[in-house]
């Protein structure tokens, strides 16, 4: 049985993900990984070197149409591989990314088998794969088997294995092929856009305090800022907060905005969904507000207050200031 | 232009103890508050200011029974001109293929220009519904588009990136575009307004145009649980002031930053 693993890079390097993704790979067929490289001409090579050991075969494909990151040239381009393949693979790995997302389900489209999004743990059970995902904003757990079928595709939420991803000792075969894909996709990439860079750093500050939709409107801010200022802290948010256009993009932290590690992180009215999460989750303390004790926040808290940040948060600055004379 | 936007109606999670039926698979949505799926709002207030723009007709299109009419409701309120319902009882805990399905039936032989979605729902989070979509009508998709602007036959968007990054791409139309939350500040909509809405039809299609067989749909949900709960948060308890003077040593002591 093989699985193949597509590998995801951006401007030359690999994702941290891919890494992960080849162990998940291995894990479910023991070691009979293919990895999947679709790059741009003159790019391949150097990707597959990061390659080499972490898979038993790895397919090049190097096409212009891949210079920048198309969903859809992807999807084509993987339909044609995975039909055409002597040895069809079982399961077809991707990260659930911003690319993934975007060329997975046009890929189970095309190819028109079951598919599954956003898993954090997978297993092979006899010829099923079953895939566990998190539901309900991270309250329930879901187990869904993708049964009968030749072929599926499954993405993963990256950092969800526990585990450090073990590195294979076989050496990688290196098989160039193509595709032929049509000369219109449809669709063309035509830049990058680098946020503006703003005046605060929040992955640079030592207390981060931190307010999430529990905030509940723009003038409440006031309270998370009163309690930065008592601690010498920065305020940094979830993104319900920037969506709202509460503060600025530059303090979201998130898998869309920026990863901290502060020493202390102070976390007022979020309710932790996995995209914050990941982005904040190895700070040295976590402290957290929130009115609902079963919010996922509280599990990655090292200490939790069930209760109203409107009265917690003022009067944990009435008590700094006190401490601090 | 001819415009449709998807909506989904979603129970809302955020505070409420959630319990699961007896078949261990669904979830008891009974007493729950249900509302419009949050990325659904960005993708409605999206397609309302497009059509401002360009001109054109706004069709909202639901997949759900007659208790998910109130964010149909919500989106003639805010200036689609016509609403579409679709359900049939065989669609209750259907998987992304089987909802891609329905929204295929439901849109039938009309041609649209530009087809909006929420990139992903609040429930179950696939992310599959517009893509999906996009290829069972044969035309083009991208996801996760947190800015757009239609430029005569093509659309100019951004796609959000990890890390503040973000790529443009160039679509061309016809096209579905699934929208990241954030893309606008989607207007206050009055129980007024809402209420006027009721006197505007809606168009119930019932599933009879809906192919469910797809080989893509052989997803079995097995089980729906708890999660595994870790050590978790060690708990501070008492008055706010009490729980102050906790955190103020806990500060001191292991945080080192006082």
């Given at each position: 049985m093989s699985v193949w693993v597509v590998c995801e890079h951006r401007n030359g390097a690999l994702r941290e993900v891919t890494y992960e993704l080849l162990a998940h790979g291995a894990a479910l067929c023991m070691g009979a990984v293919t990895a999947v490289i679709l790059a741009g001409p003159g790019e391949g090579e150097a990707l597959a070197a990061l390659i080499n050991g972490k898979a038993e075969r790895t397919l090049l494909v190097e096409d212009p149409s891949m210079s920048a990151f198309n969903g859809t040239a992807q999807a084509l381009a993987l339909a044609s591989l995975a039909e055409g393949a002597?040895?069809?693979?079982k399961a077809i790995l991707g990260a659930h990314s911003a690319a993934g997302m975007d060329w997975a389900p046009t890929l189970a489209g095309k190819l028109s088998c079951p598919a599954v999004t956003d898993a954090v743990a997978l297993s092979m059970e006899g010829d099923s794969l079953t895939a566990t995902r998190v539901v309900y904003g991270g309250k329930l757990q879901s187990k869904i088997k993708l049964g009968g079928a030749k072929m599926v595709i499954a993405t993963i939420r990256p950092g969800s294995l526990e585990d450090e991803p073990k590195a294979a000792s076989v050496e990688t075969s290196i098989e160039a092929t193509s595709v032929s894909l049509p000369s219109e996709l449809g669709k063309r990439f035509i830049a990058w856009v680098e946020e503006a860079a703003g005046d605060v750093d929040i992955s640079q500050a030592d207390i981060l305090v931190s307010v999430g939709r529990?905030?509940?409107?723009?003038?409440?801010?006031d309270v998370a800022e009163a309690l930065a200022e008592a601690l010498g802290a920065t305020v940094s948010c979830s993104r319900p907060v920037v969506d709202m256009n509460w503060l600025p993009k530059e303090r979201q932290v998130g898998i869309s905005g920026k990863t901290v590690k502060p020493k202390v992180y102070i976390a007022l009215g979020i309710s932790g969904a996995f995209q914050h999460a990941t982005a904040m989750k190895d700070s040295a303390m976590i402290i957290a507000v929130n009115k609902d004790p079963k919010a996922p926040i509280f599990q990655i808290a090292h200490y939790g207050i069930v209760g109203d940040l409107f009265k917690v948060a003022p009067a944990l600055t009435a008590a700094v200031r006190a401490a601090k004379g | 232009m001819k415009i449709a936007v998807f909506v989904k109606h979603v129970p809302d999670v955020a505070e409420a103890d959630l319990e699961v039926a007896a078949d261990g698979r669904t979830l008891k949505g009974a007493g729950l508050p249900f509302e419009m799926n949050e990325w659904d709002r960005f993708a409605l207030e999206e397609a309302v200011l497009i059509k401002d723009e360009v001109g054109g007709d706004l069709t909202a299109f639901l997949i759900g029974d007659?208790?998910?009419e109130e964010s149909l409701r919500r989106c003639l309120a805010v200036g689609a001109d016509r609403a579409v319902r679709l359900w049939d009882e065989a669609l209750s805990g259907a998987n992304p293929f089987e909802i891609a399905a329905a929204m295929r039936g439901a849109v039938g032989d009309d041609n649209y220009d530009l087809i909006l979605c929420g990139a992903q729902s609040s429930d179950y989070g696939y992310g599959m519904g517009g893509p999906l979509l996009a290829e069972a009508l044969g035309i083009n998709s991208v996801a996760l588009v947190n800015k757009m602007k239609v430029e005569g036959s093509k659309v100019l968007v951004t796609r959000e990136l990890e890390g503040g990054w973000g790529e443009e791409v160039e679509v061309n139309l016809p096209a579905v575009i699934s929208i990241q939350t954030g893309i606008n500040e989607p207007r206050y909509v009055s129980i007024l307004g809402i209420k006027k809405a009721r006197k505007k039809p809606i168009d119930v299609l019932d599933g009879a145009g809906v192919d469910l067989s797809s080989e893509g749909g052989k997803l079995v949900v097995e089980s729906l649980q708890a999660p595994p709960l870790g050590e978790g948060a060690e708990f501070l308890e008492g008055s706010p002031e009490e729980v102050a003077e906790r955190c103020l040593a806990l500060l001191k002591e292991a945080g080192g930053v006082l």
């Open positions: 002597q040895e069809p693979p529990g905030i509940q409107d723009k003038e409440n801010i | 007659e208790a998910a």
